[in-house]
Structure formats: C-alpha cells, structure tokens
C-alpha cells in the first residue's frame, strides 16, 4: 500500500469536504471550503497536507491562525482520520 502525504492541493476540497463529514457527522462543501481558504487574510498563517493511500486521500492535517484570533505565536493544529479506530469511531485532534 503505497503512503504518502503532500501538500493540501486545491483538487483536494471535494476529499476534504468527505472527510470533515465523516469526522464530524454533518455535510461540507468543497466550494465553501474554497471560499474560506480564498477569504483568509493574507497575515494569517496557514499550511495544511494530505495523507494519501494507493492515490487515494485518506487523511488531512493543518495548521491554522485565524482572523479573530490571530497572533503571531499561536496555532491552531487539526488532523481528520475518517478511518475506524479501535473504538470503532473516527478521530479528530485539534489544538
């Protein structure tokens, strides 16, 4: 199974707009998605990668300031694994 993880590419909205879904049980758009990352200010920091399986984008990280809340040292970090754990329940970390 061949694994890699580049960077968030603006093809990826549509996998990342399934993944939020899965991870927080309600719908995202992959237009909204665009819109928010194309309305961020440009002072606010921002990088996000995909975690990739056979092709396939299985995963997303980031790391995020945010207008509101914007200072110079500190993140927002989030990952989403749709994948099942262990206790059968998808995972969401966000700091």
Sequence with gaps: MPFAIPTFAEN????LAEILAVVYGR???AETLR???LSRPAHCLHAAWV???DGRVV???EYAQY???CHPRRFKV???LPAKTATGRSM????
């Design 27 to 29: 719908h995202f758009s």
């Design 78 to 80: 989030g990952v989403a």
């Design 35 to 37: 819109q928010e990352e």
């Design 59 to 61: 995963a997303f990280s």
């Design 51 to 53: 975690a990739e399986s």
């Design 12 to 15: 990826d909205d549509t996998a």
């Design 92 to 95: 969401n970390w966000e700091r």
């Design 67 to 69: 207008p509101g809340a």
